[in-house]
């Protein structure tokens, strides 16, 4: 009997032990790009410094900050996975993979802080064969890479809009707001989709054409797209993209 109820007890700890949407939140490299990210926020900032009064500088850094407190971000991230992602299990063993391993390296590696100001003025040309630009072609239109880089880049470049509006209520109106924020958000998207491919290709490029071919095949298939479609969800979350300051919840401990 006793063996019996301490079977259980495990079987009633397995789903906090093997919780497969925190071991993909890992796996697919989460946590480090919301590091990257928390380093480009403090690059945004500093711009500002120099052209803005000390009070009005310091307002905009305490409310990025709080907007983007790291803790939160992943607590609203991690939330909008487990909740747009049904089924996370195909997802993790392709991140879990040796190909998967090898892609979440690429792409970190391209979010790094020494990375982005190294091709702050572009990325250097990528030398790629007929196969392996349509294979990258394939991935782009699979990814919704176009989407989240405009999602990040508006959150950066919303740091001083998002601080002036909290320090003079009223300033814009919601409406108009939200019209200033598609527009911008349609440019955004414009521009980086004009250099999708080459963007991929240079992310990418440590990888073989067998071990990209794989990655276009998991981004096809059911299980890859409802990855990336939940994970835009999740990146949205994270960043509070349509929120204001007032709409966002302070951060629990745990994840």
């Not at 850094?61 to 991690?78: G, I, K, T």
């Not at 063993?93 to 040796?98: A, G, V």
Request: aromatic share 6%; proline share 5%; glycine share 6%.
């Amino acid at each position: 009997m006793r063996a019996v109820l301490t079977l259980l007890m495990l079987l009633c700890s397995l789903p906090a032990l093997a919780d497969d949407h925190a071991r993909l939140y890992q796996a697919a490299g989460w946590p480090e790009q919301r590091a990257h990210f928390s380093d480009a926020l403090q690059v945004a900032q500093q711009r500002y410094q120099g052209s803005l009064p000390p009070a009005v500088f310091q307002a905009l850094v305490d409310n990025s900050n709080r907007r983007f407190e790291p803790q939160a971000m992943e607590q609203r991230a991690l939330a909008a996975l487990r909740m747009q992602l049904a089924e996370p299990r195909s997802a993790l063993q392709f991140f879990e993979s040796p190909v998967g391993r090898k892609v979440v390296a690429a792409e970190t590696l391209a979010t790094r802080r020494d990375q982005l100001a190294a091709h702050a003025q572009g990325l250097p040309a990528s030398q790629a064969d007929a196969t392996r630009r349509l294979l990258i072609r394939h991935l782009a239109q699979a990814l919704p890479a176009s989407e989240a880089g405009a999602e990040v880049s508006l959150a950066l470049a919303g740091v001083a809009a998002d601080s002036l509006s909290s320090m003079v209520p009223g300033l814009f109106g919601e409406a108009q707001t939200q019209m200033l924020v598609q527009s911008q958000r349609q440019r955004l998207l414009g521009e980086i989709e004009g250099q999708i491919d080459d963007t991929l290709l240079y992310v990418y490029r440590e990888l073989s054409d067998p071990e990209l071919e794989e990655l276009v095949t998991f981004a096809q298939s059911p299980g890859g797209q409802a990855y990336y479609q939940a994970a835009l969800a999740a990146l949205r979350a994270a960043l509070a993209a349509g929120q204001g300051a007032s709409e966002l919840a302070p951060a629990q401990q745990g994840i």
